[in-house]
């Protein structure tokens, strides 16, 4: 009887353990063209054409389809439900020619995550604190939209 019981504890905890791990996951795919160079976090990627899934709950792995070339990067939740616009959309910060990830969405608002800035990011926001950042979408086709110029404060 002990036995039994041991056996069935184990089996509703694995049952618990991969429910967990499968909420956990999520089938983000999204799939775009930039059409220039572009940073995450310390890394730079060139012009191309990207995957970006996501691996684990906070964590998105951008791989450029071309060259193979991957990087994991955490992210958070979009700050606002607004974001789940049902437009798959990735924004881009632009500082003169400097272009980076900044917010990746599928569309929903489950889907939609902020990327860390970077320090030379925060660098170059500091360094000219007065100039508007250019917010630059690209759709999941390769168009890309220029918002007008934000101030840094209305950009994040």
Not at 96 to 105: P, Q, T, V
């Amino acid at each position: 009887m002990r036995r039994i019981l041991s056996v069935t504890a184990a089996t509703i905890a694995i049952c618990l353990i991969a429910t967990s791990a499968y909420a956990q996951s999520s089938n983000l795919r999204l799939r775009f063209h930039v059409p220039f160079a572009f940073s995450v976090k310390n890394k730079t990627f060139p012009a191309g054409d990207y995957e970006v899934t996501q691996p684990t709950h906070s964590v998105l792995n951008v791989r450029n389809l071309g060259n193979q070339t991957a990087g994991f990067e955490t992210v958070a939740p979009a700050l606002s439900q607004k974001e789940g616009d049902r437009r798959a959309r990735v924004l881009f910060h632009r500082y003169d020619n400097e272009y980076f990830l900044a917010f990746i969405s599928d569309g929903s608002w489950e889907s939609s995550y902020d990327f860390q800035m970077s320090k030379e990011e925060m660098l170059l926001a500091k360094a000219n604190p007065r100039r508007p950042v250019t917010i630059v979408s690209i759709t999941p086709n390769g168009t890309s939209e220029v918002a007008s110029d934000l101030t840094r404060h209305d950009a994040w």
